[in-house]
C-alpha cells in the first residue's frame, strides 16, 4: 500500500481539499478504524499523511491503526505535531538553546540558518507580569511598566528570534494568557497547508512548553505539554517519538446541580482520576453528560490533565465545538471542521462508543461545592469541611496597615486572586463571579485590608463582556481591579505582601492562606510566606476574600456583617443559573473575540519601543544576568562518547514522594542568601532586583543555583531541616546543595539523586532537568515518575531508574550516605535491568536492581549522545 491510495477530496465552500482518509484503512479491510477512539483516529491520520517510507513506514501506520486496549511491552510511533506553543518562561530558554545551537553550526563550519523553526511556533509572552500594584485603577499600568523594567533583556531577545527565524511568532505582554488564547483564537481544530499546490486539510495538533497545553483537548485538539527541549526537535522538525498510550474513557452521566460550578467539577475529576492513575495514559470523556457541557467547561477540565497526571483529554469535535467556534470569531473555518471531521470520522455524533483500556463512569449530579487544597491539586475539600483544617486560630496578632488596625491568624486570608487561564476562560463563570461582587456591594460588603486581591484574567475579551454587563464597578468595589493579562498568582508571581503581614507571619510562624482560581498550589509557588493554598472557583474566591479567613463554614456561617449589623451569607449573595445565563447570553458577544484577536501580534506602545536587534546568530552580551550562552554544546564532536557505568558515585539529595518540578526548579522569588541570590548580588543585581527564578531561565548560572532551591523541599539528608541544603560526604558537611555539587564536580565524583513516588509531578520545566545536568547528577532513582520530567532528563543525558515494586530507600536500608554504582549502562537497551551497589561507610554492600526508564530505542539514542539537542544537532550537520 502507498500513501497515494488514501487520498480523497472533499470540497468545502468551492474550495477542494486534499485529505488522507482513515476510514479507507478499514474499506481495504486493514484495520477496524471505527473501533478506535478519538485520539487514535487523529494518530492514524497523522501517520498516514507523513508516511514516506523511512521516518513513517507503512508498519507505523498499521501499529496505531491497529491498536489495542493494553500493550505487554511499549510499542513506539513516530508523530509529527503540527505547531509549537510556547510561554515566555520556558520558551526564552528554548530560544536561548537555538542560538547556542546556531552558534555551534557556526563553529562546526555549517550554516547557521539551519537551525529554524520548520513548523508554526507561537509565543505568547505571559509569564513575567507580577502583581506589585493592585486595588487601583492604574494597577494595569503600572505592572505592565515594572514587568518591561524588568524583562526588557528577555524580551530584546525574543523580538530577535521573531525577526531572525521563519515560522515563528511573539504574542507580546499585556495580552493574555498563552493557553486562553490558543483556546479562543489560535487553535484551528482543522488546520490548512499546501502540498504539491493542492490544498490539504488535517487536525489540528500542537506540542506546548507548558503542562498546561492540554487545555484546548477540550474543543477537541490533539495538543500536550512537553519539555522546552522536546519542542525544539519538533520545532526543527524531528518527530515526536511516543510509545502508544492506553486511553482511558470516562463515561458522563447527568448533569451539574445548580450552584454547582464548572470548578468544582474540574477539581473531583482530578482528584478521581489521580486516585485512579492515569500518568502516561490518554483520557477521552463520551457519554450523555458530556452534551450536558459546553466548550469552556470542557476545556477548564482538560486545563487540569496535568494535576491528575494524564497525557492528554480529549473532547471529540461535536455541536458544542462548533458553536464554540463561531462565539470566538472564528465562524470561517466552521464549515471546514464539520466538512472534514465527519468524512474521516472524527466528529462525534455520540452514537458509538469506542473501545477503551479500561471505563469509569463519572455522575455530574453527585458533584458537590468544593476546594482543593492546601499544597495538591488533587487534595479536595468539600465547602464545609474546609474550616477543620484550621482547628487553632484562636490566637490573633494585631498590626496597622495603611491606617487600618487588623489582625492576623491561623487562617487568614492573605491572597485573593481571580487569575489563571483553567476559570477565566469560563464566560458563565465569570459573569456569576461580577453577580456576586455586585450583590456583595449592594449589601455593604467589604474586603479587609490585610488581603491582597487581584484579577488577572486571560484574555482582554473577559474584560468586555464583564463591561457590557456593567459589571466591572462590582470588581472594583470590593479591590478586584484588573492587575493584568497574564498568568500572576498561579505561577508565583503573586507579588510582596505588606511587609508588616511578611513580618507577623514570620515572627508568629502563622499559618496564612491564599485563595485563587487557579491550577497550581503547590509548596512555596503562591507565595514563600503563604503555607496553605487553596483552589476554588472565581466567586468562592471572592466569598473567601470577604470572609477574610479559611476558618469559617460558608455553606452555614455568615461571611460578614452589613452596615447595620445584619449577617451576610453566601446563600444570600450567590447568583442563579437562570441569572447568570441571561446575562451571559446577553453580554458575551463575537464581535468582543473579533475585535481583540485581530491586534492580538500587535503589542502595545511598550512593546513598540523595544529594538529589534539584527543577525542571523544572536549577539550574546558578557554583562547580562537574563541571557547567557549556555554550556551544553561546548566542545561538541561529531560523534558521541558511548555513555559508561557509573561508579562510586554519591547522593546530591534524598527525596520522599510527590517531589514537583517546583520543588526541583523553583520559579518564584529568589532568596538573597541562596546561591542564585548570592551570584546576582555579586554580579551587582540589587535584591530589588532579583525578579524570579522564571524570569532568569535563560541564565545557566542562576538557574543551576536555583536547582533544589525551593525554601520548602525535604532532603532526608538534612532532616528535618527545610530548603535547599544536603551533607557533603564523606565529611558529612552540610552546605547549600549547589555548593556541594562543585565541590563533587572538582572532585570528579559523579551524582545521583533518590526520589519516591510521583516524581517530577507539575509543571513542563525542563529546567529541572538542565539544572540536575549541570549539577552533575548522572542517574535520578524513583519508584514513579510523571511523564514530561522523565522525557526532560532523558533529554539531557540524565538517566532515569525505577526501583522495583515494592522498593524504595527505606525497604532496602539506604539512607545517602552511601556510594552508589550502576552497571549495565554501557550496553544500555529499553527498560534494561540494571545492577545497583550501594556501599555503607561501615563497608557493608547492599545490592538492588533498577529499570532503566529508556523506553524507547530513540530514548536510548538520546540518552547516548548526551542529550536531545546534541542528537538533532549532530543529525542536522551530518
Known amino acids: 500500500m502507498e500513501q497515494r491510495d488514501f487520498i480523497r477530496y472533499i470540497n468545502v465552500n468551492g474550495t477542494s481539499y486534499q485529505i488522507f482518509d482513515i476510514t479507507l484503512l478499514e474499506q481495504k479491510g486493514l484495520a477496524d478504524i471505527k473501533r478506535l477512539p478519538f485520539s487514535i483516529k487523529i494518530l492514524v491520520e497523522n501517520l498516514l499523511r507523513k508516511l514516506d517510507g523511512r521516518v513513517v513506514t507503512f508498519d507505523d501506520v498499521l501499529k496505531i491503526a491497529r491498536w489495542q486496549k493494553k500493550y505487554a511491552t511499549p510499542v513506539e510511533i513516530p508523530y509529527h505535531p503540527a505547531r509549537v506553543l510556547m510561554q515566555d518562561f520556558t520558551g526564552v530558554p528554548a530560544v536561548v538553546d537555538l542560538a547556542s545551537m546556531r552558534d555551534a553550526v557556526a563553529t562546526l563550519g555549517g550554516d547557521p540558518k539551519k537551525i529554524n523553526p520548520l513548523v508554526p511556533v507561537e509565543l505568547i509572552i505571559d509569564h513575567s507580569v507580577q502583581i506589585d500594584y493592585f486595588g487601583t485603577r492604574d494597577a494595569l499600568r503600572k505592572n505592565v511598566a515594572k514587568e518591561y523594567e524588568r524583562n526588557t533583556e528577555r524580551y530584546k531577545l525574543l523580538k530577535w528570534a521573531q525577526a531572525s527565524f521563519d515560522n515563528f511568532k511573539v504574542v507580546p505582554p499585556n495580552s ?409 447570553a446577553k453580554c458575551v458577544k463575537q464581535e468582543f473575540f473579533e475585535q481583540e484577536y485581530s491586534k492580538i501580534f500587535d503589542g502595545d506602545e511598550f512593546w513598540h519601543a523595544l529594538p529589534v536587534a539584527q543577525g542571523t546568530t544572536f549577539a550574546w552580551d558578557a554583562a547580562s544576568t537574563y541571557i547567557k550562552n549556555p554550556p551544553y554544546f561546548a566542545d561538541l564532536q561529531p560523534n558521541p562518547t558511548k555513555p559508561a557505568d557509573i561508579a562510586n558515585a554519591r547522593v546530591l539529595a534524598a527525596l520522599g514522594d510527590s517531589i514537583t518540578t517546583d520543588h526541583i526548579s523553583p520559579a518564584g522569588g529568589i532568596r538573597a542568601n541562596y546561591p542564585a541570590g548570592q551570584y546576582l548580588q555579586a554580579h551587582g543585581v540589587a535584591q530589588a532586583d532579583f525578579n524570579s527564578y522564571g524570569s532568569r531561565r535563560g541564565n545557566h548560572e542562576v538557574m543551576m543555583r536555583g536547582t533544589f532551591g525551593n525554601i520548602r523541599v525535604k532532603n532526608t539528608l538534612v532532616s528535618p531541616k527545610e530548603g535547599s541544603f544536603t551533607k557533603k560526604f564523606p565529611q558529612g558537611e552540610e552546605m547549600f546543595i549547589y555548593d556541594a555539587a562543585m565541590q563533587y564536580q572538582a572532585e570528579g565524583t559523579p551524582l545521583i539523586v533518590l526520589g519516591g513516588k510521583e516524581y517530577g509531578s507539575g509543571s513542563s520545566r525542563d529546567w529541572a532537568a538542565k539544572g540536575v545536568n549541570l549539577l552533575g547528577v548522572k542517574a535520578v532513582i524513583a519508584e514513579s515518575y510523571e511523564r514530561i520530567h522523565r522525557s526532560n532528563l532523558v533529554g539531557m543525558g540524565v538517566l532515569p531508574c525505577l526501583f522495583k515494586p515494592g522498593e524504595n530507600p527505606q525497604t532496602l536500608g539506604l539512607d545517602g550516605s552511601e556510594t552508589y554504582s550502576i552497571s549495565g549502562i554501557a550496553d544500555i537497551a529499553p527498560r534494561k535491568t540494571l545492577t545497583v551497589k550501594a556501599v555503607k561507610a561501615d563497608g557493608a554492600v547492599v545490592t538492588f536492581e533498577v529499570i532503566a526508564r529508556l523506553d524507547t530505542d530513540v530514548d536510548v539514542e538520546y540518552f547516548q549522545h548526551g542529550g536531545i539537542l546534541q542528537y538533532v544537532l549532530r543529525k542536522l550537520m551530518a
Open 176 to 584: 493574555g494568557i498563552c493557553h486562553q488564547v490558543n483556546l479562543e483564537h489560535l487553535g484551528r481544530v482543522v488546520m490548512t497547508d499546501t502540498l504539491n499546490g493542492q490544498p490539504v486539510a488535517f487536525p489540528d495538533t500542537v506540542v506546548g512548553t507548558d503542562s498546561h497545553t492540554p487545555m484546548i483537548n477540550g474543543i477537541g485538539v490533539m495538543g500536550w505539554g512537553v519539555g522546552g527541549i522536546e519542542a525544539e526537535a519538533v520545532m526543527l522538525g524531528q518527530p515526536y517519538y511516543m510509545t502508544i498510550p492506553d486511553v482511558i474513557g470516562v463515561r458522563l452521566v447527568g448533569e451539574l446541580r445548580p450552584g454547582v460550578t464548572a470548578t468544582d467539577l474540574l477539581l473531583t475529576v482530578t482528584e478521581t482520576l489521580r486516585k485512579y492513575g492515569v500518568v502516561e495514559k490518554f483520557v477521552e470523556y463520551f457519554g450523555p453528560g458530556v452534551k450536558k457541557l459546553p466548550a469552556p467547561d470542557r476545556a477548564m477540565i482538560s486545563n487540569m490533565t496535568p494535576e491528575y497526571g494524564a497525557t492528554l483529554d480529549l473532547f471529540p469535535v461535536d455541536e458544542q465545538t462548533l458553536a464554540y467556534l463561531k462565539l470566538t470569531g472564528r465562524e470561517a473555518n466552521v464549515a471546514l471542521v464539520e466538512a472534514y471531521t465527519k468524512a474521516v470520522g472524527l466528529f462525534n455524533t455520540g452514537d458509538v462508543t469506542p473501545d477503551y483500556s479500561d471505563v469509569l463512569e463519572f455522575d455530574l449530579s453527585k458533584i458537590e461545592p468544593c476546594v482543593a487544597g492546601p499544597k495538591r491539586p488533587q487534595d479536595r475539600v468539600v465547602l464545609s469541611q474546609v474550616k477543620q483544617a484550621f482547628p487553632d486560630t484562636a490566637a490573633a496578632h494585631p498590626l496597622n496597615l495603611r491606617g487600618n488596625d487588623v489582625k492576623l491568624r491561623n487562617g487568614s486570608v492573605v491572597i485573593a486572586a481571580i487569575t489563571s487561564c483553567t476559570n477565566t476562560s469560563n464566560p458563565a463563570l465569570l459573569v456569576a463571579t461580577g453577580l456576586l461582587a455586585k450583590k456583595a456591594v449592594e449589601r455593604g460588603l467589604r474586603i479587609p485590608a490585610y488581603v491582597k486581591t487581584s484579577f488577572a484574567p486571560g484574555s482582554k475579551v473577559v474584560i468586555d463582556y464583564l463591561a457590557e454587563a456593567g459589571l466591572m464597578p462590582y470588581f472594583d468595589a470590593l479591590g478586584f481591579h484588573l492587575t493584568s493579562f497574564g498568568c500572576t498568582t498561579c505561577i508565583g508571581n503573586s507579588g510582596a505582601l505588606h511587609p508588616a503581614i511578611e513580618k507577623t507571619i514570620a515572627e508568629q510562624n502563622l499559618n496564612v492562606a491564599s485563595v485563587l482560581s487557579g491550577n497550581r498550589n503547590f509548596e512555596a509557588r503562591v507565595h514563600q510566606a503563604v503555607k496553605s493554598n487553596y483552589l476554588m472557583s472565581p466567586p468562592l474566591v471572592v466569598a473567601y476574600a470577604l470572609a477574610g479567613r479559611m476558618d469559617v463554614d460558608v455553606t452555614t456561617e455568615r461571611l460578614g456583617l452589613d452596615p447595620n449589623g445584619e449577617p451576610v451569607f453566601l446563600h444570600d449573595i450567590w447568583p442563579t443559573p437562570q441569572e447568570i445565563a441571561e446575562l451571559a
